[in-house]
């Protein structure tokens, strides 16, 4: 009876109890500022306790909670600025209605309408948008490209595994047309297109967000979109005083440690922001050792409310050893070293020395000018420059550095360089046989955009605007180091000093220029204009620019001084797109784009045989492009659907030729393909702590064409042969035509936030010289390399120490250690015994903490 008794006065008193609790709901909707757009998956917290929520789709949030008393609320999100908000818990409904976060960076607006950043239900493009958030939780250690690997169409790899040398491709096209710019101004080199991510090493470490805007794109200026556009927004200067220091460790001695520190906005209206950091490792793969380093800084003035002008200058100076060469994947088998085998390095004297070695630095530096005219005209004008160094080195003369195994200068699998050294010395007079070269590429590039902004009507805004840019690339080849020897005698150097052509081969010591020695000069001028209609459900816009680009080639070793110039030669060029979105509700969207491209060549299209020789045949390229998409936003799901279409017409190669013996180079212009797929991107939030992303991207890229009977000609212009292509119905290579994705993000605590991720490729086809499919024997697809799954895993815990906010972040790539090929060149046979591949990196991971003061 006393035990009974007892216990029903224990729930007497804890009915009594509970029922003296409280619970108070707050709710509330976090929007965007300044561009209305909710704030998806905002941390909203009870400061100094795990109670919290996070924003929905429509940035709507719901907190309950039994605490009772004056407690505050902090409402926060990466990259925008923190709200915190004292509320009464008394038992009450609180709805704190709109809450407007302000971006965290000054300038940021503007530089948005420079980049044509498209804006959701209303842009017509397909598009996916790397956050702030995304940026620090999921990039670990991984190659800056990487990072877009779970975004439809795009397939991105480590390459050969050196610090810098990814790749990335989007909807089957290579960097060479896929636009990529940085606060709106292009990157890509303005000789070949191509992008080198080694220059932007440090990139990851300025960059706000990413977007990729896929197909034709939303930028207003003429660039080779023909794939799509990834804009890169780095940081401005930060609108509050503070900053963070970071350091991070990881697999392979990775070591990074960095720092930023801001102003704010004083009171006289200045800010600054700067940041550094250096990085180092010894790399995943043999010989890859690195070391970078990156800075930035932004100085902002606001001289009134019509006037701002903002300086940035950021640089990221790099070396790292590098694995340039693919290798049979017996070679990887035989050497003992797996997947991590590099054919191109050694030791010397005990220490690594590396055949392939990368060094740059590129700063790029812009003076920002934002002019308010009026309520209804702004003006954007960028002035910018860039300042590249450095270059890459190799091997001359006799080749002791070819990667196979059965090479004789090899031991233990490892090039012998203290062998070589021992031959060089021993030839005496006769001086090195082998040597090393660095394969310098110096450039300056200057440019201006200005854009005008203007609202017509109520309903339609105009843009034009004007690029221009020059660029002077300087290459040649030094001698790096002769091994040993005395001298190296270049039979490629005619007596460079006088410009005397077909003299005798000189002998050339350390820092002497070796094999060639030119310039290429480049202006771009264009000009660009856009309408825009936006009402209600509807948005439209039709947009144009046309664009002159000339090429000079500057030759120091082939030609007499007054013989050294060419003339400059002229490309016109020029793009139309238009497109419109429609909202068919508050949920459901539908868009559609259409454009035409004509593209100028490059230059090495323009100057194909490394000579001043201009090639007479080569056209612009063509680009016809459609797609269209259905966009949904719900409570719990959003996603998007997209079909596109892009036929690629006049694609130019020049081939070399063999003919009795002897080989020829011959245009081969006019090789098509065409593009086409499905692109699948979702959302769910079934609950306010769980998110779930995915998508799916299946293509379906081909070779159109078969281009027969094209002439070979000797050198004087005589028929010497006929070269036929066999290309329609091949798959295009170099680039997974299926890919799939699936993300968890789960919110554990307030707080501690846990993410895996899974990526699928299938259907890689090994990469190939489409010119050499020359018979319809040979007319078959290449080899395709085996499908692979991996998976990531990610963490990070915010935390205080003392009155500092911190936060802990762990990423482990490829979490199963699966081997697979990310990178192939087709062999003799189609298949893999004769395939020449890179493996993919295994298992990587990185630990790091930043703290915020």
């Not at 010894?282 to 800075?295: E, L």
């Not at 450039?443 to 609202?455: A, D, F, R, V």
């Not at 090429?551 to 007499?560: A, E, T």
């Amino acid at each position: 009876m006393k035990k009974a008794i007892l216990l029903l006065l224990c729930i007497i008193t804890s009915v009594s109890l509970y029922a003296q609790e409280v619970t108070t709901v707050i709710k509330g909707t976090v929007i965007e500022k300044d561009i209305d757009q909710p704030v998806i998956g905002a941390s909203i917290v009870i400061k100094g306790t795990t109670i919290g929520t996070t924003s929905d789709f429509d940035g709507n949030f719901s907190l309950k909670s039994i605490k009772s008393g004056n407690v505050t609320l902090v409402i926060s999100f990466v990259g925008m600025q923190p709200i915190e908000q004292e509320i009464n818990l008394d038992g009450t409904q609180k709805d704190l209605g709109e809450l407007m976060m302000a971006s965290d960076a000054i300038g940021l607006a503007e530089v948005e309408v420079v980049a044509s950043v498209a804006i959701d239900r209303k842009t017509p493009v397909a598009v996916s948008t790397i956050k702030p958030e995304a940026l620090e939780e999921k990039l670990g250690s991984q190659e800056f490209p990487e990072i877009l690997k779970s975004t439809p169409g795009v397939y991105a790899t480590k390459a050969g595994g050196g610090y810098g040398d990814s790749r990335i491709n989007l909807r089957g096209f290579s960097s060479e047309n896929i636009a990529v710019m940085i606060n709106g101004v292009p990157v890509n080199d303005m000789e070949n297109g191509a992008v080198y991510w080694s220059n932007w090493a440090g990139l990851a470490d300025v960059t706000r967000s990413m977007q990729v805007q896929r197909g034709l794109g939303a930028s207003k200026v003429a660039v080779p979109s023909v794939g799509g556009t990834i804009n890169i927004l780095t940081k401005t200067t930060d609108a509050q005083k503070g900053g963070n220091i970071f350091y991070g460790i990881g697999n392979n001695g990775y070591n990074k440690v960095a720092f930023t520190a801001s102003t704010g906005l004083t009171d006289n209206n200045w800010a600054i922001t700067i940041s550094g950091a250096r990085t180092a490792g010894q790399g995943f793969v043999d010989g890859t050792q690195f070391i970078g380093y990156s800075y930035f800084a932004n100085i902002s003035k606001k001289i009134n409310n019509s006037h701002q002008l903002a300086f940035t200058v950021f640089g990221a100076p790099q070396v790292h050893g590098q694995r340039r060469n693919k290798m049979l994947l017996s070679d990887y088998k035989e050497s003992g070293r797996g997947i991590v085998y590099n054919g191109d390095w050694g030791y010397r004297n005990g220490q690594v020395a590396n055949v392939r070695e990368n060094y740059y630095h590129k700063p790029q530096m812009s003076l920002n000018w934002y002019w308010n005219i009026n309520d209804k005209m702004d003006l954007a004008t960028v002035i910018y420059a860039s300042i590249g160094n450095g270059g890459g080195s190799g091997g001359a003369g006799v080749d002791k550095f070819s990667p196979t195994l059965s090479n004789p200068w090899r031991r233990d699998g490892v090039i012998d360089f203290d062998r070589i050294v021992d031959e060089n010395i021993a030839r005496g007079r006769q001086g090195s046989e082998t040597v090393l070269y660095n394969s310098v590429n110096n450039h300056k590039w200057y440019g201006g955009l200005s854009t005008l902004t203007t609202q017509l009507s109520e309903y339609i805004n105009f843009t034009g605007g004007l690029d221009i840019r020059y660029y002077e690339g300087n290459h040649y080849r030094e001698l790096r180091d002769l091994l040993g020897g005395q001298f190296y005698t270049d039979p490629a150097v005619g007596g460079a000093e006088s410009g005397a052509v077909g003299a005798v081969p000189r002998a050339v010591k350390v820092g002497d220029k070796i094999q060639y020695n030119n310039d290429g000069n480049v202006w771009w001028q264009s000009i660009n204009a856009q309408a825009e209609y936006s009402k209600d459900k509807l948005s439209a816009f039709l947009s144009g620019s046309i664009s002159n680009q000339s090429f000079r080639r500057v030759d120091f070793f082939q030609k007499r001084p007054e013989n050294q110039k060419t003339d400059w030669q002229n490309f016109f060029g020029f793009n139309i797109k238009g497109g419109a979105n429609y909202n068919l509700t508050d949920v459901h969207n539908v868009f559609f784009n259409a454009g035409y491209f004509s593209r100028q060549p490059f230059f090495n299209s323009v100057f194909p045989t490394f000579t001043n020789d201009v090639n007479e045949g080569v056209v612009n390229e063509k680009a016809l492009s459609f797609e269209v998409g259905y966009g949904y936003r719900g409570k719990i799901v959003s996603g998007n659907i997209n079909f596109y279409h892009t036929t690629w017409k006049d694609k130019y190669y020049r081939a070399s030729i063999p003919v009795g013996g002897v080989s020829y180079s011959a245009n081969i212009p006019g090789i098509d393909a065409v593009h086409m797929g499905v692109e699948l991107d979702f959302i769910v939030r079934p609950t306010d702590k769980l998110s779930i992303t995915g998508m799916l991207s299946v293509g379906d890229w081909k070779w159109d064409k078969d281009v027969l009977g094209v002439p070979v000609l000797d050198d004087t212009q005589q028929v010497v042969g006929i070269v036929n292509v066999y290309a329609k119905g091949i798959h295009v290579g170099d680039a997974a035509q299926t890919t799939a994705a699936l993300g968890l993000n789960y919110n554990v605590i307030a707080g501690l936030k846990v993410g895996a991720d899974w990526n699928l490729y299938d259907r890689l086809f090994a990469d190939f010289n489409v010119t050499q499919i020359n018979s319809p024997e040979n007319s078959q697809d290449s080899w395709m390399v085996p499908t692979y799954n991996l998976f990531d895993l990610n963490a990070s815990y915010k935390f205080g120490i003392g009155s500092l906010d911190a936060t802990f972040y762990a990423k482990v790539n490829n979490v199963f250690n699966v081997n697979y090929v990310s990178d192939a060149f087709d062999g003799a046979s189609h298949n893999w015994d004769t395939a020449l591949v890179f493996y993919g990196a295994g298992t990587t991971w990185t630990t790091s903490i930043k703290l915020n003061f």
